[in-house]
């Protein structure tokens, strides 16, 4: 299955000059969200996993659903406020402005074998926030994974010290 003809650019949001990556028609359709779930559990190749932790808030969807499949936990990486207990924090420029995200502090065990996910890998600098977040609590990292990666803005030289792969590459 084409998963691309799924994905619907927007151009000038969220602004002027960004051309928006929407998976929502994706989403909306079933036999191609499972398509791609299988597809990111194949670029797994069968590695071990106790969580996947997920980049709020288009990481979410499919960050749960492999949780599930690969019968590990999920774990969310939120923006500055949003979550109740004790964090840890990093800040990150992204591709249209600048921000900081934060994990639980007890959301990861020292040892726990890590997948990172995220909808759109683009400048990578949410990635790499994350990937510290992880490894800071003693995770480890076994694969940052993306529906996709928009290569033009190299986003996999900030993580390349990591397994890299998307499904989709424009
Ligand atoms: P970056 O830190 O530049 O790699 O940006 C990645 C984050 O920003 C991801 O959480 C994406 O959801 C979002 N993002 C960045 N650029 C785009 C884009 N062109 N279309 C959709 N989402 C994007």
């Known amino acids: 299955m084409d998963l691309s003809k799924y994905i619907r ?3 000038d ?5 960004i051309l928006f990556k929407d998976i929502t028609p994706l989403l909306n359709d079933p036999a191609a ?8 559990i194949e670029l797994l190749q069968g590695k071990k996993i106790d969580k996947v932790v997920g980049i709020e808030s288009r990481g979410f969807f499919f960050a749960t659903l492999l949780a599930q499949k690969l019968n590990a936990g999920f774990v969310p990486i939120r923006k500055p406020g949003k979550l109740p207990h004790k ?13 900081h995200i934060e994990m639980h502090e007890d959301a990861i065990q020292q040892g726990d074998l890590i997948l990172l996910h995220d909808d759109v890998l683009a400048t990578g600098g949410t990635a790499k926030a994350a990937c510290e977040l992880i490894e800071h609590l003693g995770g480890v990292i076994v694969q940052c994974n993306f529906l996709m990666e928009l290569e033009f803005l190299n986003g996999r030289d900030q993580i390349a010290a990591y397994d890299v792969q998307s499904v989709l590459k424009f």
């Open 9 to 11: 650019d927007i151009h």
């Open 13 to 17: 949001f969220p602004k002027p000059g």
């Open 33 to 40: 969200t499972t398509a791609c779930l299988e597809q990111l």
């Open 87 to 99: 964090t840890i924090q990093r800040s990150y420029a992204l591709e249209y402005g600048d921000d």
